[in-house]
Each structure stands twice: as C-alpha cells, then as structure tokens.
C-alpha cells in the first residue's frame, strides 16, 4: 500500500515535472517569437493630427506581434534635424521605420542606403513603384484635383473668385503633388489664385495671410495641410468677421471638424488616417519578415465632407474609429 502511494507521488511529480516544461517551453517559445521593434518618426508628434493615425499604428501593432515606438519629436527644421533622429532609432535596436520625411528632394541615394540597412515605410509620400523602400499614401494629386472640383463647384463656372493657397512644406513630393493638382484643377473655371505662401510650419502663418489678404485680397483661403487649415481658421477667426465658407482645405484635427461643423470651413478632405496607421505597421512588419507577396506601396482613400454629411454614419466610422 505504501509502495502504490509512493509510485501515485512519483507519477504526480513527473506529469508537474512535465507540466511546468511545457509551460516553460511555451513561454520561452513566446520570446524567441518576440515582437519586432518598429518606430514611428514624424514631424511634431504632439500634433492632434497624428490622433487618429496613432490609433491605427496601435491596432496594427496589437495584430502583428509589433512592439510600437511613437518618437517623440517637436517640429523639423531641416533634413539633417530628421537624419539624427533616423539614425538614433535604427542604433537603439528598430528593426524597422515609420517615417514621415522632411523633404523628397535629393534624398534617393540616402534612402537607398537605409533600406539596404532597415526596412522603410514612407508615409504620405508619393512614390516610384521601383523605389527600394515602401510607401503608404493618399493619391496626393488626386486630393488637388478634388479641392479644385468643391472650390469651382461652391462658387459656380466663371464665377471670378480669388483664392489663396497655403502650399505647406513644397519639398514634399506629396505637397508639390496636392499643388500640382490644384493649379491643374482650376484651369478653365474662372477661379484665380491671388496668393500663395509655401513653408513647412510658420508659426506666423495666420499673419503672413492678413499681410497677403491686405495686399491680394481672396475670397477663400486653399489649405494643403492639416497645419495649414488651422492656420486659416486662426485667421479668419480672429481678424475678419467672415462665418462661412472661407476655408477649403485638408484636414482631420479637432479643431479642422469643430470649425467644419460651424460652417467656416466649406469643404474639407478627410484622408483615413487610421487605415493610414494600420497599413503602416502592417508594411513594416511585412518588410521585417520578408513575407512573399507583401504588399510594397498602398494607397489610402480620403472623403469630402461639409457641414451636412459630416454627420453621416460612414464618415463617423472614418473620424472616430475606435467609437464604431
């Protein structure tokens, strides 16, 4: 009898001997699965922008094993500024990069260089599909070519109306491109530029527009930019009287949707930051793992919104995600 109790207790020995292995074999497995770093870098993370797109680098992140590293960065002065920042992350250990790039121009061979060492994912940059790193972008000139349309549409063909265009930061490519698009746009609609101010982020933006209206005025203010459209409403709201329709524009901050709903902002274009966000991390992640038949360049889509459809269920669902 003692003899069985003591083969019972070996026998439970070993099945915990045996458990705690599996157990321990399980949660070793789980590490040498461990997530892969990515991290984030654009300019002035502490933007309202960047909201929604965050939410997306989140999700996408909790879905693809992905341990998230939003740098935090105050407004970029210079390539050289953003290089710093680059190269800091990739000597902490990322394995991969997010970057929102400070300018498109003569940076081929830099680029080329870092995808040889680390997987990147442009963001908003529009490029060539031959291009060794990877982009997630609107169609930027799409997006000129649409403001265009609203703008001709809200004044009416030959209606003789001036606007003024606040042109964002013009080395990026995806900037010249929503420029591009807009000059191209208002050809033959009787709807003149009277302006333009070109600049990454002038915290003196809303005065170097009272300067411009005092010498050019315009009808409307053209915004390129989330930046540039809170630097129109600053504006209109605190030097003129005007109430409605004087900014057209791009844009998904707070403030952008407080002063669409009021009617001051005619039309605004809601790019999906949130897909934006998501297909970032999912790219990145792709890229890390070489997964074959990644998908390399995504394009993500924008919506028209007014005072009136603002309101409606599937542009809900693109400003507030995570409340649907």
Known sequence: MRLDRIAIGVIAVSLLAVSAGSAWQMVNTGREEASHKVSVIVNDSSLNRWATFNEGLRQGAADNNIQLNIVSTSVFSSMNSE????????SNGAEALIIQIYSSYNQSEYLEKLSGEIPIVLVENDSDPEDVFSSVTP?????GLELAKVISEKFGEGSGKRIGVLAGNQEQL???????????????????IAWQSSGYSDTNLDII?????KSKYADAVVALGNGETEK???????????SENAVFGVGN???CLYYLDKGLIGD???MNEYDMGYYCIQTAGEQIQDVIGGQKHREIGYHVMDRENMYEPNNQLLLFPRKY
Do not use: H, P, W
């Open 83 to 90: 290089k710093d920042i680059i190269e800091k992350e990739i």
């Open 139 to 143: 169609d930027n000139k799409a997006i």
């Open 174 to 192: 995806a900037m010249f491109r929503r420029l591009e698009g807009l000059r191209e746009g208002l050809k033959g609609t009787g709807v003149e």
């Open 209 to 213: 527009i009272k300067n411009n209206q």
């Open 232 to 242: 129109a409403i600053d504006y209109y709201t605190q030097y003129t009287s005007c």
């Open 253 to 255: 901050s707070e403030k």
């Open 268 to 270: 605004l274009l809601v």
